[in-house]
């Protein structure tokens, strides 16, 4: 039997981080032998609200790719690949864009905040309106049934099943089948300050940080504001390390440090080096393969050319079927 497709992107704007790691990336690892997966480096994407300085995207780009493959993402079981490289995306964003009304794009609600909050870049453009067009785009052509991806981008999958629906219902076929969300059920990760961890927080432990770098950030990390001193007995629920202990720890060694912070038994440093001890032997493995394939920038190329060549061969079936539905060629 045919496996069912899976289709997921990341935008390359920066360094990814823990947050990204555990939310979204090993659930994609997760899902690779169940389903025929496509993942990409969503470049085109970062210019939505990047495009004044693109100075880092190639890097981003690199670098994401390389965090792919060291999560362990595996190129002989997934298509990994650029979005740029395969460019029948952009074709099908503008059909795509022929047929989806106006008012479905300024209904979403990420368009209105992201302008808002992004005070220091003008929005106003005609990229950014389309980002959903274009994110449907990536997915359709696929026709992926199935979308891994957090609650945050669910409005812009409601948009794909839209725009799929009418381009089925304008053109009397059934190309495209309705994608659907697969969310993921991760804890949220803390920053180092106990908000969410995000770059633009500047409170992130990156796949890039040396273990130095990531047992200094540990080490100062923000824990129960009621112990000031060893003494002072804690609640390990208000401390953003008891949730990381949460996510990468045993379920004795989360026994243990709770009741520990809770009868001043341990103090906040003994309970850190717990998690540092963690912490380093979910990371070691990454980040011995990202030293790897820092280190074989042509084998990182392969797998980019491969992947998006197969990605291609995909996208272009598509294609033809769109092409003959709008009287084109
Ligand atoms: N918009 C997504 C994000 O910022 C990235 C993305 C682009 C994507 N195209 C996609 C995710 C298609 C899923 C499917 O996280």
Redesign the pocket.
Known sequence: MKKERV?????SSGKMHLGNLVGALKNWVDLQDKYDCFY?V?DW?SLTTGYADPSSIRESTNDLLINFVAAGLDPDKSTIFI?SMVPQHAELHLLLSMITPLGWLERVPTYKEKQENLENRDLSMYGFLG?PV??TS??LIYRAQH????I??MP?LEISREIARRFNFLYKEEVFPDPEGLLTKFPKVPGLDGRKMSKSYDNAIYLSDTPEVVDQKIRTMMTDPARKRRTDKGDPELSPVFHLHKIFSSPEEIVEVAEGCRTAGIGCIDCKRVLIKNLFTYLEPIWARRAELIDNPKLVRDIAYKGSEKASHAAEETMETVRHCMGLR
């Open positions: 289709l997921s992107g990341m935008q990409f969503a994407h979005q980002y274009l994110m990536d997915i979308v891994p991806v957090g945050d981008q812009h």
